[in-house]
């Protein structure tokens, strides 16, 4: 149990100013393994104290062994992050994301029992907690916007994207067949969004406007003009239960996905630009469209694995 999962925080420690002078001593901390397993296991005290039910005790479920990997791990986190991208985690930044949490926190009482289990130590608390957030998040920041890492997908995309571009017959059944055709990535043949507001209980559910918005659709982070960035990947939108439920609803679509999708998709056959989401590269070929819904075909080709990518950078 990592903790990352939910760690917030309460108002703490004091000036931000003392605290950033505190946390000179943390870089020479990240040395002393032992130190830092030591305080992690005390983290995943409070948290597995949390669970419910029947539980082993604590050192069967995190042996000294997980500890230690989960320790290692997170230094090398932060030496790829240094030597992958060069940045490097100032006192500063760490000190900031201690107010962060300090002042986002939805469940005080618990980290203050972290904080409690770390002696009540600032240093401590930012080594063992906040600064593995931060690297955390800003690795997989630079992971993910990486575009020599992700460009095999990316140019399988944009090559899929042009072989349907260059069917002379442009309708959606020519171009689906050499949709098939294609062996990377995931195909969903069909999936369907409707056009009007997802209705509220008691509120009769409006029409939308007949037409494309006129919104411009902007290229993303790559040279190539039919790129567009958003900030999800998108499943199938099937969900159990009613109806209601299942239906899945074009406004619930990132912002920036609904304004390039209703530019470019307006009628069977319309190609979608290359679609770069944290995760994935999709291709949206029209099915239908009406006043109501829209349906397509769906090509996603999901960028390299963060879990893989870092467990091939040496320590």
């Not at 104290?49 to 997170?74: F, M, Q, T, Y």
């Not at 600064?131 to 916007?145: D, G």
């Not at 239908?288 to 080709?301: D, G, W």
Request: proline residues 6%.
């Amino acid at each position: 149990m990592s903790a990352r999962f939910s760690i917030a925080g309460t108002k703490g420690f004091g000036m931000a100013a003392a605290l950033v002078l505190a946390l000179g001593a943390i870089a020479f901390a990240a040395t002393d393994l032992a130190s830092l397993c030591e305080a992690r296991m005390a983290v995943e005290r409070v948290y597995y104290g949390l669970r419910n039910g029947e539980k082993p005790p604590i050192e069967e479920a995190l042996p000294p062994s997980l500890i230690e990997k989960l320790v290692r791990d997170e230094i090398k986190k932060e030496i790829v992050l240094e030597r992958a991208y060069g940045v490097r985690i100032t006192e500063a930044v760490v000190a900031a994301e201690v107010q962060r949490i300090d002042f986002t926190t939805r469940a005080p009482e618990v980290l203050a029992e972290i904080k409690a289990a770390l002696g009540n130590d600032p240093v401590r608390f930012a080594r063992t907690v906040a600064r593995p957030i931060i690297v955390e998040r800003l690795l997989r920041e630079r992971f993910e916007n990486d575009a020599l890492l992700h460009t095999p997908q990316r140019r399988a995309v944009e090559a899929a994207r042009s072989g349907l571009l260059a069917v002379k017959d442009g309708s959606f059944r020519a171009r689906l067949a050499v949709l098939r055709e294609g062996k990377n990535g995931e195909f969903q043949e069909q999936v369907t969004w409707e056009l009007s507001p997802r209705p509220v209980a008691g509120v009769p559910a409006s029409q939308p406007p007949v037409g494309p918005t006129q919104v411009k659709a902007r290229s993303g982070a790559y040279t190539n003009e039919a790129t567009a960035q958003v900030a999800q990947v998108l499943s199938s939108p099937t969900k159990p239960g009613d109806e209601a439920q299942r239906k899945a609803y074009f406004e619930d679509l990132p912002g920036d996905l609904q304004n390039v999708l209703r530019v470019q998709l307006r009628q069977p056959g319309d190609v979608s630009a290359v679609i770069e989401s944290q995760r994935a590269f999709q291709l949206y070929l029209v099915r239908e469209r009406s006043s109501a819904a829209l349906s397509a075909a769906v090509l996603t080709i999901p960028k390299r694995s963060y879990e893989e990518w870092l467990a091939s950078q040496p320590d």
